[in-house]
């Protein structure tokens, strides 16, 4: 009896697995570009809240580095049915010596799970050019992106 109740665990762990991989939940250009927009609202978001003075619950800032944390940030309380499917943001968001700004998130409720990606300096200033990031795993080049 215990040995057919371990297997079935270890069956539902497998499916469990292999249902959440990237190569069996794949993500489209269109829902990675969703997920970046919502990313970098976000960081935006908390840059002008925490740095002048105000908080964010969930939003955290190293006032020394620059350094933005998040952890489980509700976006549908910041931006309503506007996030979508997603509900919980969580991630870092480091300035680079270079002046470029390495991002790493994970999310909730949406079909992006985690998201991470490098926005250059140039990107910053003008929040228009061509941008890398990967999703679930996958790269995309967004290109010609624009907020």
Do not use: H, R
Not at 106 to 120: A, H, I, M, Q, R
């Amino acid at each position: 009896m215990s040995k057919t109740i371990s297997m079935v665990l270890v069956a539902v762990f497998l499916v469990a697995s292999v249902g959440s991989c990237a190569l069996f939940n794949p993500v489209t250009e269109e829902q990675a570009s969703e997920a970046f927009g919502i990313s970098y609202s976000t960081y935006v978001a908390a840059l002008f809240t925490l740095g002048f003075g105000g908080s964010l619950e969930g939003a955290s800032i190293d006032e020394e580095t620059g350094t933005i944390t998040l952890e489980e940030v509700d976006l549908v309380e910041l931006y309503g049915t506007e996030a979508g499917e997603y509900t919980l943001i969580s991630g870092t968001y480091e300035i680079n010596e270079d002046g470029s700004l390495e991002v790493s998130n994970t999310f909730e409720g949406g079909p992006v799970k985690t998201l991470s990606y490098t926005v250059s300096e140039e990107f910053l200033n003008t929040e228009t050019g061509e941008l890398t990031v990967t999703a679930n795993g996958k790269t995309f080049e967004l290109v010609d992106f624009s907020l």
